[in-house]
Structures are given as structure tokens and as C-alpha cells.
């Protein structure tokens, strides 16, 4: 079988780790059953890299096989993280939408600057991606019920977009998010080519209907724990993150059955470092029966000033988000996992703001200054 190249995608996160069990946090669903309805994993041949991470005193970090040079993705917003073919943009009579629909495969990510005090050092995360593309549709079975058709033939329903992301608040949290099912939301944008219409499914990780009914719509995806015990990360974890759950996609082309791609989505709670009470913002997660609250805190009443001065609490601060990876994509596909040189990667490769400590993965290029570097004392003190 060819060898297939692979792309990897990763945020201020990582380390491969999970228990089969639920943690406590989100009890309206068993993880017992999230495992049995999502089924097993369909695999094809691939090599890639999922532990290409950064610390989380740094950005995201884009990792690839084609020239062998990471670097950090210092960008807010929307933007190409895999476009095939290269040229799919260059069709200006089209949409943007269009392009991406008529491409064969196309992964956008959404970034977001997360800090608990709004600050411009603050890192950027990896909060959504989104799939679109001909081989995102090629790859429904036939004769499924959302799609209808035949079990030799396709329906008049076709899958234009699926987008995984991050259903938390755009800012700190206290040890509460950490872990948590609410904390995964989908999306599932289907086109009825009879009639024209177009119809949005946004589904949420704590709902076993809604999971449920993502099994049904895309049964290429498999959502699951990775194995092991899955703990509170911390400064001395690996890449200061823990990964609770993921999801493998596999496309397979229904007419041909040839392989297409492998792409996963891996879902991460990072530590973010510690701050003081004084002019941080953290929010508090509460979850029951699936809905969720996001609270900000009174840092005041909750860490209140210790005694004697200068003695002050510290408080640890966390934040969820995204990996991605990509399998069987070429040596040369547009956006900011394509080879050096694109114009994705030259706007992605923004310089960090005058003063913030942000060293370079690949060159060990440091920005000093007056920096402020985000501090995680060896035995910090905690008041409760």
C-alpha cells in the first residue's frame, strides 16, 4: 500500500491518556455507552506525528513531514489548515463557501487568544476545524437514513460540512473545565440537492442523543477515550496537557472503496499557568444533566489576601482545546500545514507582540524584553 503522508496540527497541549470510566464531572452520560454506540475504529495506513507540541507558555505549533520546519501559528481567527488541491482558492467567480465545497478536501481551523487578564502575551488555541470537501461527501455510506439512496447508490442528501469545537467560553477557567463531555460540541451541515436545502445539526458531547445522532450522520467517526488514566495537568506534565477524548475520522471513497484520508481531532485540557487574584478574570464550570452555567469568579472571596504580607494565593488557570492531524494530503496543499513559503504560513508567522517572552520552535529564537513569562512556582501556595 503507498505510503500515506500525514500532517499534524497541535496546540499548547498534549499526552496520549484516558479512562474508560467516567470522571465524575458530566454523570448524565456512561462512558460505557459512548463507547458502544460509536463503534470500532476503521484504520488505513498511515504515518504520522501527534505529539508535536508546544508548551503552553508559546502558540500552537504546526508540525510537517514536506520541509521539516515547525513553527507557531500567532494569528487569531479563521484560517486554511490543509486545502486540496493548492490551487482551490483560485477561483475568484466562486464563494469562498463554494470553493471549499467544490475542493476535494479542505480543514479550517479557528484560533482564539485565551488569558486570564486579556492580555497581548496571552497564547492563541486551537478552539474549532471544520471538514468540507467532495471526499468529505464521498465518504457517507450509501443507503444510510439522514442520506436515503440505495445500498448500491447514493441519496439526493449530501454532507457539505462537519465541524468539531470547543463548547466553552472564550476565556480562563478554574479546574473545573478540565475533563468534562460538555465540553465537546459538533456541527453537521447537510444539502438536499432536490430541493436545495440546507440544514445545521449542532450537537452537543454531553447529550447521548445528540452523540447518538452523530454516529448516525457520520458512522466514519470514531469518538473515544484513548487509553489510560487521564489526570489534571499540571507545569511538569507533558506539554502541560492532558487529552480526554478524540475523534478518528476515516474516508473511504463508497464507489471505489480506495482510502482517502485520515484525520483526527483531539480534544485537550491545558494548563495555562498561575496567576493572583489581583486583576485575573477565571470562570467555574457547573454541569447538571447536561446543561451547562459558566460563572466568573469573586477571586477576592475566593482566594481572600493572605497573611503575613507578602504573602499572596495563587491560582492555577486551564483552558480546553483542539489537535488536529491529517492523513494522505501530498507534499504540496495549501494553508498552514503546506509546504514553507505559502501565503497561510507568511500571515500565520506573525511576530509576538514587543515584550512577550515567545521562543521560536525551530530557529531557539527568544524575545526578550521586559517579558512577562507565565509563572509556575515548584511548590506554589494554594488557598482555599
Keep these: 500500500m503507498v505510503l500515506h503522508r500525514a500532517l499534524a496540527f497541535a496546540a499548547p497541549v498534549v499526552t496520549l491518556g484516558l479512562q474508560m470510566q467516567n470522571s465524575g464531572h458530566d454523570a448524565d ?5 459512548v463507547q458502544n454506540l460509536i463503534g470500532s475504529k476503521t484504520t488505513m495506513e498511515t504515518t504520522y506525528v501527534t505529539g508535536a507540541g508546544v508548551v503552553s507558555t508559546n502558540d500552537p505549533e504546526a508540525d510537517l513531514p514536506s520541509d521539516r ?26 464563494s469562498d463557501q463554494l470553493r471549499r465545497e467544490d475542493a476535494l478536501f479542505v480543514a479550517t481551523g479557528d484560533f482564539e487568544k485565551i488569558g486570564p487578564k486579556s492580555d497581548d502575551c496571552d497564547d492563541h488555541f486551537l478552539r474549532s476545524v471544520e471538514i468540507q470537501g467532495q471526499r468529505l461527501e464521498k465518504a457517507v455510506p450509501y443507503g444510510i437514513e ?23 467560553g472564550e476565556y480562563a477557567f478554574d479546574e473545573s473545565v478540565f475533563n468534562l463531555t460538555s465540553s465537546m460540541g459538533f456541527e453537521i451541515e447537510t444539502l438536499n440537492k432536490t430541493s436545495g436545502t440546507r440544514t445545521v445539526l449542532t450537537l452537543k458531547g454531553s447529550s447521548l442523543a445528540d452523540l447518538i445522532t452523530m454516529n448516525t450522520y457520520v458512522p466514519f467517526c470514531n469518538i473515544h477515550r484513548p487509553l489510560g488514566e487521564i489526570k489534571l495537568p499540571t507545569k511538569k506534565k507533558f506539554r502541560h496537557s492532558s487529552q480526554y477524548m478524540k475523534a478518528i475520522c476515516t474516508l473511504i471513497d463508497q464507489e471505489t472503496r480506495d482510502p482517502m484520508h485520515e484525520f483526527g481531532i483531539l480534544f485537550h485540557t491545558s494548563w495555562g499557568g498561575v496567576v493572583t487574584p489581583d486583576g485575573s478574570s ?50 504540496d496543499p495549501a494553508g498552514l500545514l503546506g509546504p514553507h513559503g505559502n501565503d497561510e504560513r507568511a500571515y500565520a508567522t506573525n511576530e509576538p507582540p514587543l515584550g512577550c517572552y515567545k521562543p521560536n520552535v525551530n530557529g531557539g529564537k527568544q524575545y526578550l524584553g521586559p517579558f512577562e513569562r507565565r509563572k509556575g512556582p515548584k511548590h506554589p501556595r494554594h488557598w482555599k
Design 146 to 168: 439522514p442520506y436515503g439512496g440505495t445500498d448500491t447508490a447514493p441519496g439526493d442528501v449530501v454532507l457539505k460540512r462537519l465541524k468539531f469545537f470547543v463548547n466553552d
Design 69 to 94: 520546519i515547525k513553527y507557531h501559528i500567532r494569528r487569531e481567527g479563521a484560517q486554511t489548515l490543509i486545502g486540496l488541491p493548492h490551487d482551490f482558492q483560485d477561483y475568484p467567480d466562486k
Design 282 to 331: 477565571i470562570y467555574r464550570k457547573a454541569c447538571v444533566d447536561g446543561n451547562c452555567t459558566e460563572t466568573s469568579l469573586d477571586l477576592t472571596a475566593e482566594y481572600p489576601m493572605a497573611e503575613p504580607s507578602p504573602a499572596h494565593p495563587t491560582i492555577d488557570w486551564y483552558t480546553n482545546n483542539l489537535w488536529f492531524y491529517a492523513s494522505n494530503v501530498s507534499a
Design 29 to 33: 452520560i456512561p462512558w460505557e455507552h
